[in-house]
């Protein structure tokens, strides 16, 4: 395997994908409306185990979408993780309320229940959990503490298609939930996002303010009466998503494998951890990632990582914490409070090639890979 390259990770499109395109473009139904768009919300929504589901422009405005539905607004604040990926708390920042930033536990890497009380205050109108690289945010102390606290919860399940909590899917375990379709999900139609929820209010809410705030029965009259985004979806990619729920358990059944495979190929390596699996929960493994304790390994995880990628080995690393994020530094958002488990994940993680469809002969070219660096070090 001289010379490969293995991109960290890559779009598998194994079904019927190019068949429905077609059929949307040789019948012209190629934007918002058609039949691909419905049926990709009706199949997504009953996969997730919900009555509701829309399609949205992408992930981010998934997030800012289900915010907007449940009434967060300027003044407002809204509990996050500090762990995770930035587009949780632009959404936030989109709506105009303060996202206040709650530290990772150490176990699984997601937000840490018991931090969220002693982060609420008057304003704190939400709890927003992002279930991170695939596993589960513990919801039962949450469900608790938001029931406490008159708190609504949105769920950023952009990477945990098929993800289960006692046997409850997220997407299915807060008021709203936002998912993501980007190229590196395990469902994916390249950019793309959906909302959805039990309730009827926030799905017509999500619905009327997605479409620039068109009335969501009657004529058109070009009248508005709120102020609206347009997030919305084409015929075109959700018949990608039609063909990518169609096989989604399969897809899902092959990151957890090709994770297997890695762990097994690097068992014996002592100080790499991949992410742990909490029981009663199911990780679906969005990404091969792993913790590297420089002490055991004799390496630091930035070092490894250009070992890897001079052997045509793709790698990210974690998350950078929002509290260090500049963005938020300049309008202030940041303390000095530490947020220790938020530091160590991202100074130390990193995850490997994670595609659906990544053979084994690579991962075993990167399991050897990663022995032969460690061993030299």
Same mark, same amino acid.
């Given at each position: ?93 989109y ?22 009380? =002693? ?56 008021d ?14 390249g ?9 009827i ?44 729920v ?17 762990? =097994? ?23 091969n ?21 001079d ?33 160590y ?18 991962? =075993? ?13």
């Amino acid at each position: 395997m001289k010379n490969k390259f293995i991109p960290v990770c890559e779009p598998y499109l194994g079904g019927n994908e190019s068949k429905y395109v077609n059929d949307a473009l040789n019948t012209g139904w190629i934007s918002s409306s058609g039949k691909y768009v419905d049926l990709f919300e009706k199949m997504f929504a009953e996969f997730c185990g919900v009555k509701y589901a829309t399609t949205v422009s992408n992930g981010t405005s998934a997030i800012h979408l289900g915010l907007k539905a449940l009434g967060i607004k300027q003044g407002d604040e809204v509990i996050i993780p500090d762990f995770t990926m930035i587009s949780s708390a632009f959404a936030v920042c989109y709506t105009g309320a303060k996202p206040v930033f709650v530290d990772a536990e150490i176990d699984f890497w997601n937000i840490n229940p018991e931090l969220i009380e =002693e982060k609420i205050t008057e304003k704190t109108k939400a709890i927003m959990v992002v279930h991170i690289y695939g596993h589960p945010c513990d919801m039962k102390p949450i469900w608790e503490i938001a029931k406490k606290h008159n708190l609504k919860i949105i769920e950023d399940s952009a990477e945990t298609h098929g993800a289960e909590y006692f046997g409850k899917k997220c997407g299915n375990l807060g008021d709203i939930a936002a998912f993501s379709f980007f190229a590196n999900k395990i469902a994916t139609t390249g950019e793309g996002g959906m909302v959805t929820t039990n309730n009827i209010e926030l799905i017509e809410r999500a619905r009327y303010y997605k479409n620039l705030c068109f009335p969501l029965s009657g004529e058109r009259s070009y009248i508005h009466e709120d102020i609206g985004f347009q997030y919305r979806f084409s015929n075109v990619q959700a018949a990608i998503g039609v063909a990518q729920v169609e096989k989604i358990n399969d897809y899902i059944a092959m990151r957890i494998n090709n994770n297997k495979l890695f762990r =097994e190929l690097l068992s014996d390596i002592d100080g790499l951890t991949f992410q742990p699996v909490k029981e009663n929960c199911k990780n679906v493994f969005w990404v091969n990632a792993m913790l590297i304790d420089k002490n055991k390994t004799g390496i630091e995880r930035d070092n490894l990582a250009k070992k890897l990628s001079d052997a045509g080995i793709q790698t990210r690393n974690f998350f950078f914490p929002m509290h260090k994020q500049p963005a938020f530094i300049k309008i202030g958002l940041t303390t000095n409070e530490s947020f220790s488990v938020s530091d160590y994940l991202y100074e130390n993680g990193l995850y490997l090639p994670s595609g659906t469809n990544l053979s084994k002969e690579s991962i =075993e070219y990167i399991s050897d890979a990663i022995h032969k660096i460690i061993k030299s070090a």
